[in-house]
């Protein structure tokens, strides 16, 4: 019986063991180990553009006290883009971003409507035409230690959910 | 003795202009046939381009020039783009007030940025109607598959050069046109709401995060418009574009029909030496100088209808470069680049329309986010990318429409195509949708079955139609590239010219309600 050491010693009677030389061997390892690098370092390039920190300001914000908004009250804050209402239930956030593409919903009698694609929306901010995919994101409002209420745009609630007085 | 340095130096000195041409230009006056190609061959611009061409190739009603067209506007645009830069600040405070500083004070600024505007839609006109020339004459075909995929490569990369410039003016067009395309981006997140499942896989605003840098348009996301736009994305234009033209030669230039009559050169210009027939084998080849595919020139004859590139080739590129450049001085004279007021986050424009090239896909949008913006352009390039893969028919190939058949299934396609697009429109605009008839129809359901997947499946159909009829994939190519051109067409014409205020429908602009 032949064994490989063997094989190595006289390579012209041992073809069937010797399937590559060592040089090529260690050439190969050495190209492969640089692409390997490559690879790893071009993936680790790869991450350094994901922000690993948002320059976004807090999206929690506060509206003002609770005796702001006497029952009936419909307030829009534009530049937070926000519908905040009062009724018996009690309080309640609707953002006005629309939920297709981003554009900001206008108030009208029956609802809201986006002047981008047409998307129509009910009282509640639910879908009633155009392409937007769901309602229009009903916002977590809560109060504060100090008894004003705030609106956190960063987290939406199941639609019709309110703050109770 | 001593004096023979000073002598020398002086002669030097006196020769110098004759011995520095010598040492720049290395070859004779271009009056033979060998200088002429040394010319194109030793001149590192040049030589990616060919010593002698095929008089098949300076047919004008074959390929229109249109390549060279895009090439030349993309030179164009490199040229203003470099000048715009010395003024353009890419900050949220600063840009708006630089673009009118370029506009209004810079000497001359005003026409460079115009010339830049309108250089690109001729860029863009020009991709598109090359790629058509190449699909109709079936040029993609044999060895030349992966070209057209750089070709693929070439027009994804001119979209997006258009699309991340847009942002840069920092007006109320370019923030409500790139807010709606970065949430197009995003639009992943539709389907993965539709499922449930975005709390856990949330692609899309891993999109928006990484193209903004930030949940919202802000400095961030200028910065890196800014940057994917003069930089990364020029940088992988040139290069694809260096590689699409080195392929070009190196597949033996331009696709040409194998049996090549005296009428199809008619007009073309004309070697003397190619009627001669050469008894000895000739000395020196001009393949030599660079192997290429296709035939070679046969030994014993002269070099088959082929003429030296300088001047004829050279002559028809600065031509129509020139024409180019005509063209867009024209249009920066007389049109302006639009600017609207500044950015303002918290009133959209109504309606917000994307530059036109992108209004077909913002209509088929305004039926569903994922589809329309992803979905169905990525089903489209997907398509484009494979076709010479699964269309590998042997046929004649650099003639428009191949033949008879073909010119008749392209008028079939485009009647067909013109009907479905246009019956959808009518239906889509008189009655609605789904969502107009059943407003609790889960969002899923719509995404799967909008006006714009109804197309495609009526465009799938009828290509899978001539496949069958005419037992031919080319044919099959045929019906679905034309369907989709035509669609196109019609959906950027009817964004374009019949979507208003609130996305709705009016035959004119002048109907638009007065706000």
């Not at chain 1, 690993?52 to 307030?75: H, N």
């Not at chain 2, 449930?196 to 890196?224: C, H, V, W």
């Amino acid at each position: 019986m032949t064994t490989p050491q063997e094989g190595c010693a006289c390579p012209l009677t041992n073809q069937a063991y010797k399937k590559i030389s060592r040089r090529d061997f260690l050439g190969l390892a050495a190209m492969w180990s640089c692409v390997a690098a490559w690879i790893l370092a071009a993936l680790g390039l790869g991450k350094f553009p994901k922000p690993a920190l948002l320059p976004d300001v807090s999206r929690v914000f506060k509206i003002g006290r609770p005796e702001d908004f006497p029952v009936g009250t419909v307030k829009i804050i534009e530049d937070k883009k926000v519908m905040v209402q009062r009724d018996e239930g009690g309080f309640s956030a609707i953002s006005l971003i629309c939920t297709h593409l981003g554009c900001i919903v206008s108030k009208t009698e029956k609802g809201f409507a986006c002047p981008c694609h047409g998307s129509k929306f009910d009282e509640k901010g639910n879908v009633v035409g155009g392409p937007a995919p769901k309602a229009l994101n009903w916002l977590e409002i809560s109060q504060l230690p100090n008894g004003k209420l705030a609106v956190n745009a960063g987290k939406s609630v199941p639609v019709g959910t309110k703050l109770a007085a | 003795m001593r004096w023979k340095a000073i002598r020398n130096f002086s002669q030097n000195l006196f020769e110098f202009p004759r011995t520095f041409k010598r040492s720049l230009i290395r070859h004779d006056k271009p009056v033979s046939d060998r200088a002429r190609s040394q010319i194109m061959f030793n001149n590192f611009f040049l030589h990616i381009l060919s010593t002698r061409i095929h008089r098949y190739s300076l047919k004008s009603t074959y390929t229109f020039g249109l390549g060279v067209m895009a090439a030349s506007s993309f030179i164009i645009l490199l040229v203003t783009g470099i000048l715009l830069m010395i003024y353009y600040k890419p900050s949220v405070d600063l840009a708006y007030d630089s673009i009118k500083d370029i506009h209004y004070v810079v000497p001359g600024g005003r026409f460079i940025r115009n010339i830049h505007r309108w250089a690109t839609n001729i860029m863009i006109v020009s991709v598109f109607l090359h790629m058509a020339r190449v699909f109709y004459t079936a040029a993609y075909k044999r060895w030349r598959a992966f070209n057209w995929v750089l070709g693929i490569i070439l027009l994804v990369l001119t979209l997006l050069l258009s699309f991340t410039g847009y942002l840069l003016p920092w007006d109320q067009l370019a923030y409500w046109a790139v807010t709606i395309a970065t949430n197009i981006a995003a639009s992943a997140n539709e389907f993965t709401d539709a499922l449930n499942i975005t709390a856990y896989f949330n692609p899309g605003r891993f999109m928006k995060i990484l193209l903004l840098g930030s949940e919202e348009i802000g400095q961030d996301a200028l910065l890196r418009f800014y940057w994917l736009h003069c930089i990364i994305l020029p940088l992988a234009l040139v290069m694809v574009l260096g590689a699409h033209i080195w392929r070009v030669r190196k597949d033996g230039g331009l696709a040409r029909p194998d049996h090549i009559s005296d009428e199809d050169l008619k007009g073309t210009p004309k070697d003397p030496l190619s009627d001669k027939v050469f008894t000895h084998a000739p000395q020196k080849t001009y393949n030599l100088m660079c192997l290429v595919k296709g035939k070679t020139p046969i030994v014993g004859r002269g070099p088959e209808q082929t003429v030296s590139s300088w001047p004829h080739m050279m002559i028809r590129i600065v031509a129509v470069f020139m024409l180019t450049l005509a063209l867009t001085c024209l249009y920066a004279y007389m049109i302006d680049a639009p600017l609207k007021e500044m950015a303002n986050p918290s009133v959209p424009e109504n309606p917000a329309k994307a530059p036109w090239y992108f209004l077909g896909l913002q209509e088929l949008v305004s039926y569903s986010a994922f589809m329309g913006g992803m979905g169905i352009p990525g089903l489209a390039l997907l398509g484009l990318v494979l076709i010479p893969y699964l269309d590998r028919e042997e046929q004649e190939i650099g003639r428009w429409f191949d033949n008879k058949q073909g010119s008749r299934v392209t008028k079939n396609s485009f009647i067909y195509a013109v009907t479905v697009v246009v019956g959808m429109l009518v239906f889509t605009v008189s009655l609605g949708w789904l969502r107009n008839w059943f407003p609790q129809i889960p969002q899923l359901f719509i995404i799967f079955f909008n006006p714009g997947t109804v197309l495609v499946v009526f465009f799938v159909a009828w290509s899978f139609y001539c496949m069958v009829r005419y037992n031919s994939t080319r044919m099959a190519a045929i019906a679905l590239f034309t369907c989709f051109l035509v669609a196109f067409v019609i959906l950027t014409y009817f964004g374009t010219y019949h979507r208003g205020p609130n996305w709705d429908f009016y035959w004119l602009k002048s109907q638009w309600p007065v706000h």
